[in-house]
């Protein structure tokens, strides 16, 4: 795909930006389901041509082949089924961003093992956060793709999320215990870290990334309040 987005990531035109987030959000899905569903699918159809033939020959190998396809679908409807799940996160606006990340991170632990901890500075369990539905959205969308990246690239064994307030803004830090990496390098092709940032700053916020190979990655979005919850 050949056009890449961090040549004009300086342009600061607010409904350029807009468009761009979506349309690289489109390149994702696009690419989740061509390099995840869609190869299980096509081999799974092979397979099935394979089976065929061997009923004839050998119908109790075909059985248990067929199985092993069985498994195979059922394990790519659950993907599917996540990748849906991921576009429209639980009702965030109604059962608010905590909610949805305590519920994130109980799904990762039991997907992969890694220890979660979510850290809330007291200021903040007062009262409701004070973000506007699409803050509320865009901050989840920051905690889904570092985590997506964790679970990727880290080999972690935990990772804590901090929130906490400063200067009328929602500090979130998303610390791993992980390999880190050199922030310096950039690699084409590869845009979730640059998106986050990105998305922070389209917010009216900011976003740094600190990581040391061996060290672990420690990333820091500030996100302004709103004065009046929608
Ligand atoms: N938490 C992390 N721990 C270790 N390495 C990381 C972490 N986050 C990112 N990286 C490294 O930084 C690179 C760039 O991350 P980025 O999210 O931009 O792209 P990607 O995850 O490789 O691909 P994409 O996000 O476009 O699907 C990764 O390929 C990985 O090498
Ligand atoms: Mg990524």
């Known amino acids: ?75 790519s409807i659950n993907e599917i089924r996540q990748l849906i799940y991921d576009l429209q996160p639980v009702a965030i606006d109604e059962i608010g961003l905590i909610a949805a990340v305590t519920s994130l991170f109980n799904r990762i632990t039991q997907d992969t093992g890694l220890t979660c901890h979510l850290t809330i500075d007291e200021a903040l369990k007062e009262k409701p956060l004070a973000l506007s539905p699409a803050r509320t959205i865009g901050t989840y969308r920051l905690i889904q793709e570092a985590l997506s990246n964790i679970r990727k690239h880290a080999q972690a064994e ?21 390999i880190g990496f050199d922030p ?28 040391t190979a061996g060290q672990g990655t420690r990333l820091i979005f500030f996100v302004p309040l709103d004065n009046h919850v929608a």
């Open 1 to 75: 795909m050949g056009h890449t987005f961090d040549e004009d990531f300086s342009i600061r035109d607010p409904q350029d930006r807009g468009i761009r987030l979506l349309e690289e959000e489109r390149r994702r899905i696009a690419r989740d389901l061509h390099d995840g569903p869609i190869q299980v699918l096509i081999n799974l159809s092979m397979r099935l041509q394979i089976v065929q033939r061997m009923m004839l020959t050998d119908s109790k190998l075909a059985d248990e082949e067929l199985q092993r396809i069985q498994q195979r679908l059922t394990g």
């Open 158 to 178: 935990s990772v804590t999320i901090a929130l906490s307030t400063r200067d009328s803004s929602l500090k979130l830090t998303i610390h791993d215990d992980g």
């Open 184 to 211: 310096a390098t950039r690699l084409s092709g590869h845009f979730g870290l640059a998106t986050m940032i990105e998305r922070a700053e389209y917010m009216g916020g900011s976003g740094e990334i600190h990581s």
